[in-house]
């Protein structure tokens, strides 16, 4: 495998060369992928015996066309993005060619993306291309933010992990964030069934999705079984949790809060 630490000095290099491609305007961003593919010089299905390892650099604006809006979904019960033993954990391309029909699919009824769920049970896994989280109020009069285990049907995002990291460190008393005093954050699975009953029962705070591109997501409504559950995003579009969660994360992202997170890209 190609050197982890080098290949991020090329990418540093890239990004120098092209800085003027980075969009000055909030909500836009160069968006930098590395990308590996097999390139043997054979056709034919089996491992590869060599790879070639590039990066895509472009020039991106909000991920979704409403920009950060809520989104509403659809949550699928016909489709699975990815099955236990699968490659659903994994970054490839081939995981996202199945999307593309019940994504059109969605779109078509009137909803921005899928809720993928998976089993009888209806758990849910992720949202369109994005892990999920769901913010639940407890009994206690504590906030609960709920995010799927990460098992081999879910993709360990970055951003989720720096959701976690946030909501971890605030609740430990290591950041004082604008988040609810009493907060736990759980890796738990969670169905459709608690979702709605927590919708009926006024205890579904938010929802949102988390995502390089999107970096959050605020969600609306659910499509389930034919109905809409509807989901509080108040006057900003967005809850208070997913606000202040993007509010910290951009501020790494521009250096407006130091953070060890951020790599530092200086000269040609």
């Not at 590996?36 to 089996?46: D, S, T």
């Not at 066309?65 to 993005?81: E, S």
């Not at 609740?171 to 919708?199: D, F, H, Q, Y």
């Amino acid at each position: 495998a190609f050197n982890g630490e080098e290949l991020l000095k090329l990418i540093k290099r890239l990004v120098a060369l092209d800085a003027h491609w980075i969009p000055q305007v909030p909500g836009y961003s160069l968006y930098i992928r590395p990308t590996l593919i097999g390139n043997m010089h054979a056709l034919g299905v089996g491992p590869p015996n060599k790879a070639l390892l590039f990066v895509i650099c472009s020039p991106v604006g909000p991920y979704y066309k409403n920009g950060f809006k809520p989104v509403k979904l659809l949550a699928t019960t016909n489709y699975v993005r990815a099955v236990p033993g699968g490659t659903g954990s994994y970054k490839l391309g081939a995981n996202y060619a199945p999307c593309l029909i019940p994504q059109a699919e969605a779109m078509s009824q009137g909803y921005d993306q899928n809720l993928w769920l998976l089993g009888p049970e209806h758990y849910l896994t992720e949202v369109g291309t994005m892990n999920l989280f769901v913010a639940l109020k407890r009994d206690d009069g504590s906030v609960e933010l709920v995010t799927p285990p990460l098992e081999d049907v879910i993709l360990p995002g970055v951003t989720r992990d720096s959701v976690l990291a946030l909501a971890r460190d605030h609740a430990a008393g290591k950041l004082k964030l604008n988040l609810p005093s009493k907060l736990v954050v759980s890796e738990r699975p969670i169905t459709m069934k608690e979702v709605k009953e927590a919708a009926d029962s006024g205890k579904l705070l938010e929802v949102f999705g988390s995502g390089t591109a999107a970096i959050v997501c605020p969600v609306k409504a659910i499509g389930y079984l034919g109905k809409d559950i509807t989901i509080p995003v108040g006057e900003e579009g967005m809850g208070p949790i997913t606000k202040t969660i993007l509010d910290e994360i951009v501020k790494r992202q521009l250096g407006v809060v130091e953070s060890d997170w951020s790599v530092t890209v200086t000269g040609k």
